[in-house]
């Protein structure tokens, strides 16, 4: 019995590690393919200098790390490297981009399944900005409805660090 229990266990602990690895060639299990397609269609419009890049680029940047699974810290390295962005505007561009991403496939994959209503969850760390507060205050709402800050979807306008998420019905 004991050496079964040593082969499952190792059997279970290369599973985790393959399941840690990220995939090169689809979308995280947990991230709605329609995350990727914003990305590789939106990305960026709210940037206004690319510094040493491209929009193209910037789209094929925020599309790898979504594939991927890429953290923050991992984009922010990238845009500083290949864009030569400074280290708090990567950081805040790279946090911003997948929060967009994320927020819009989300959304677009809820509608796509029939969700009916939508609510705004802050991150739960007493950060949230007083904006992101607000909006999630007001509960349940409809999906196609606006949240009192006039967005549909996280990241919250007046929010430079928002990571803030929608929780679906």
Same mark, same amino acid.
């Given at each position: 019995?004991?050496? +079964? $229990?040593v082969l499952a266990f190792r059997q279970v602990a290369r599973n985790a590690r393959k399941r840690q690895q990220p995939?090169?060639?689809? %979308?995280s299990p947990f991230l709605p393919r329609a995350a990727i397609r914003y990305a590789g269609a939106h990305a960026g419009e709210s940037v206004v200098d690319f510094g040493k890049g491209n929009r193209r680029q910037f789209r094929a940047a925020v599309v790898r790390a979504l594939e991927q699974g890429w953290a923050v810290t991992r984009l922010?390295?990238?845009?500083?490297?290949?864009?030569? +962005? $400074?280290?708090?505007r990567a950081l805040n561009v790279a946090q911003r981009e997948l929060c967009?991403?994320?927020?819009?496939?989300?959304? %677009?994959?809820?509608?796509?399944?029939?969700?009916?209503q939508k609510r705004?969850?802050?991150a739960g760390d007493n950060q949230s900005c007083a904006s992101c507060e607000a909006n999630q205050s007001i509960g349940w709402i409809?999906?196609?409805?606006?949240?009192?800050g006039g967005e549909d979807c996280p990241p919250a306008i007046s929010c430079d660090w928002?990571?803030?998420d929608l929780d679906f019905r």
């Open positions: 019995m004991a050496a +079964f $229990s995939s090169t060639k689809k %979308a922010r390295d990238l845009f500083r490297e290949e864009f030569k +962005f $400074s280290p708090d967009i991403a994320r927020s819009r496939g989300n959304l %677009a994959d809820a509608a796509e399944r029939g969700g009916k705004w969850s802050v409809d999906l196609a409805a606006k949240f009192p928002c990571r803030c």
